[in-house]
Structures are given as structure tokens and as C-alpha cells.
């Protein structure tokens, strides 16, 4: 069981928080596309957070929370005099290390050897003194199992095989198609030829143009 010495967080009235990234904000709390992970009980676990702010920061507060039913616990806090500078951090848990070390403003804690208990909502906090005090957090939920779902993709091979097997379906007809439609114009091309010659030969037999017939001699009187 993880010691969670720190006590309930406050002052966070009118802070501004979300499941994600925070948007037109001077100062942003990340914790990625997707903000939740599913892991076997006994394993370890890195929670991601990363900030951004447009207008700089200076003793940039931050700490890490955790929802202990409806009770917001401490996990660990520090002071980011500025950007690029590795802070001294206060860690408040057992199991938890950190692993952003402020590079490329990454703030992401590692939590390992998980229990039960250490499912739910774990909220990354931010202040900015630039900002006037403002607050600004992303929430990141973790899930605790036995074993990992195994997922099953019998419907999606089959749908794949059918998709599959229809398009080649469709490119053999127009394979087909187009050697049948090669085949046609080629004895088309033959049965011209074999009619203009026919024509010419007739034309030769019977006089016509391009051909003479020659003329009898005049028989001589005696």
C-alpha cells in the first residue's frame, strides 16, 4: 500500500482543468491523446505530463494529485524556476519516481509495483506566477487489472478476408474484361483484313477497278 502522507490540496477554486490539453490558454497541462492506461496490478506505470506556455515561465508551481475518493491527495510538488532547469522535487509516495526531469518541459512521474488502490484519476497541476496566479491541470486516469483484455479479432480478420476477397474478385473481372474486350478488337482487326482482301480478289475476277480485262484480238479475214 502506497504511503500517502500528503494532505488534501486547496485552493484550487476557479482553476481550469480537463481530461486532455488545455486550449487558448497561456499556460497548457498535457498528458497526451490519450488520457487514461489500462495495466496489470504488480507492473509499472509512467503517468505523462508535459507543459507549454506562450509567454514563458518563472517559478512555475506544479504537483501531482490523486482522487482518493473525492479527497485530493499530494503525490509529489516542486518549483520550476524556468524552462530547461531540472527541478528539486518532493515526493510525497512510496513507488513514485521522477522521470521528466523538466526536459522538453516534461513533468512525468513513474509509479511502480502498482496495487489495486492505486487505480483512479491522477490530476498533473500547474501555476504560473507569469499568468497572475492562474490554475491550469489535465487529468489522467489509471486502470488496474488482473490481466490484460485479450482482444478479439475474429470479427475484424473476417471483415478484412471479405473486403479482401471482394477486391480481388472485382480486379479479376476487369482483368477478364479487358483480355475479352483485347481478344474482340484483335478478331475485329482480322475480319477487316480478311474482308478488304476478299473485296480486291472479288474486284480482280469480276473487272473491276483496279483491274483489266484483256481484250480479244480481232480475228484477220482470209
Known sequence: TPSREGGEIGGLNGSSSSSGMWAAQALEMNVGKIPSLEAVNGSTVM????????????NLYFNWQFNDNGTMRKVCESVIPSEGVVPHVTVFWDRVEFVGKNYENNISILLSNITFEDGGQYTCFGRNPKEKGKNHSAIFTLIVVYKLRVVDNTLTTMIASAVGGAIALIMGFMLLKNFTLFVLSKLE?????????SSGIDNTENGLTGSKAAPKPTPKKK
Do not use: A, D, Q, R
Open 47 to 58: 503517468l505523462p505530463c508535459t507543459y507549454l506556455s506562450c509567454i514563458g515561465i518563472k
Open 189 to 197: 482487326e482480322k475480319n477487316k483484313e480478311c474482308l478488304v482482301t
